[in-house]
């Protein structure tokens, strides 16, 4: 019997909150258990409050993940829901990707200003984003653009958008469609033209091992074909030493027993790229992954990550 209520650490932010405002009711669901069986602890993140700057300068992906893994050892948490984009490829030690939820739509969404789409944008039109995978990607489809950092949640860029400091952005159409804001969207990119960061449009769950009553609490919500691709996605990351320094990009597809996989990494300014296609069972997914980024890395050759780091 659940004696207490299980504590849910979240960033902030209205769509970290959304977030995971679904896990718990997955979970109440699940069990039968009312919402009071469940607190919804919100932390600040260095992510959240570094915003005068890249990330890349200032630590990496880690910087979302932090404070929500160091409260989960000091006992104040008992899991942390995240945006699985957001996780580093090497967890802290005790520390575990225990569950994940079913998968929204990976691609990203254009929201523009001055017109519908990234094509039709004016030459010389600025485009904001804080992602270098996107900053790349615009640049390969549009190198005449003016892409600039675009920092802060949600709610600030679309706020930037409207004072007029860029004509365009793209953000994560999950996010955009978890806060109910569908429609500013006013272009969806394609996959093929624009694929995704590792682990888009999924939220994963971090609880600590041999925690036995909670790990049995989040099976019950676990989405195995979204944990198998993800698998995949994450060992192609690693395989390139990925954090927000690098321009990645990966997206695996289940079918059955298949899974058929996409990588791509690029140079920040767009110019030069290399991409991975591989295919295999299901139940060899992180190999899959590894092995297409092993591949792309001794194509790409030592000289193409020059500078990254």
């Given at each position: 019997?659940?004696?207490?209520?299980?504590?849910?650490?979240?960033?902030?932010?209205l769509?970290?909150?959304?977030?995971?405002?679904e896990?718990?009711?997955?979970?109440?669901?699940?069990?039968?258990?009312?919402?009071?069986?469940?607190?919804?602890?919100?932390?600040?993140?260095?992510?959240?409050?570094?915003?005068?700057r890249?990330?890349?300068?200032?630590?990496?992906?880690?910087?979302?993940?932090k404070?929500?893994?160091?409260?989960?050892?000091?006992?104040?948490?008992?899991?942390?829901?995240?945006?699985?984009?957001?996780?580093?490829?090497?967890?802290?030690?005790?520390?575990?990707l225990?569950a994940?939820?079913?998968?929204?739509?990976?691609?990203d969404?254009?929201?523009?200003?001055?017109?519908?789409?990234?094509?039709?944008?004016?030459?010389?039109a600025?485009?904001?984003?804080?992602?270098?995978?996107?900053?790349?990607?615009?640049?390969?489809?549009?190198p005449?653009l003016?892409?600039?950092?675009?920092?802060?949640?949600?709610?600030?860029?679309?706020?930037k958008?409207?004072?007029?400091?860029?004509?365009?952005?793209?953000?994560?159409?999950?996010?955009?469609?978890?806060?109910?804001l569908?429609?500013?969207?006013?272009?969806?990119?394609?996959?093929?033209?624009?694929?995704?960061?590792?682990?888009?449009?999924?939220?994963?769950?971090?609880?600590r091992?041999?925690?036995?009553?909670?790990?049995?609490?989040?099976?019950?919500?676990?989405?195995?074909?979204?944990?198998?691709?993800?698998?995949?996605?994450r060992?192609?990351?690693?395989?390139?030493?990925?954090?927000?320094?690098?321009?990645?990009?990966?997206y695996?597809?289940?079918?059955?027993?298949?899974?058929s996989?996409?990588?791509?990494?690029?140079?920040?300014?767009?110019?030069?790229?290399?991409?991975?296609?591989?295919?295999?069972?299901?139940?060899?997914a992180?190999?899959?992954?590894?092995?297409?980024g092993?591949?792309?890395r001794?194509?790409?050759?030592?000289?193409?990550?020059?500078?990254?780091?």
């Amino acid at each position: 019997m659940q004696t207490r209520a299980l504590r849910i650490g979240t960033r902030g932010s209205l769509l970290a909150l959304a977030q995971a405002h679904e896990t718990r009711a997955r979970l109440m669901a699940a069990h039968g258990l009312p919402e009071e069986a469940f607190e919804i602890v919100a932390i600040s993140t260095s992510g959240d409050r570094i915003q005068d700057r890249p990330l890349s300068m200032a630590g990496g992906k880690g910087l979302f993940t932090k404070e929500l893994e160091e409260a989960m050892y000091a006992g104040e948490i008992d899991i942390a829901v995240h945006s699985s984009k957001d996780m580093p490829t090497q967890l802290p030690d005790g520390l575990e990707l225990s569950a994940f939820l079913p998968r929204e739509d990976p691609r990203d969404a254009f929201i523009g200003r001055a017109a519908p789409s990234i094509s039709e944008l004016p030459q010389g039109a600025v485009v904001g984003s804080s992602s270098l995978r996107r900053q790349a990607l615009i640049r390969r489809m549009r190198p005449d653009l003016d892409v600039v950092m675009f920092r802060g949640n949600v709610q600030t860029r679309l706020r930037k958008l409207d004072e007029g400091v860029a004509q365009g952005t793209i953000l994560a159409n999950a996010g955009l469609r978890r806060l109910g804001l569908e429609n500013v969207i006013t272009d969806l990119m394609p996959l093929d033209v624009f694929p995704p960061a590792p682990g888009q449009g999924a939220i994963c769950i971090e609880s600590r091992i041999g925690d036995t009553a909670v790990t049995a609490m989040l099976a019950a919500i676990d989405h195995r074909p979204t944990g198998q691709a993800l698998a995949c996605e994450r060992a192609f990351l690693a395989a390139l030493d990925g954090s927000c320094r690098t321009p990645i990009a990966g997206y695996a597809e289940i079918d059955g027993d298949r899974l058929s996989f996409s990588g791509l990494i690029l140079t920040p300014d767009g110019t030069l790229w290399h991409e991975a296609k591989a295919e295999g069972r299901v139940a060899d997914a992180a190999d899959i992954g590894r092995n297409a980024g092993d591949e792309v890395r001794a194509r790409a050759g030592t000289t193409f990550f020059e500078g990254w780091s």
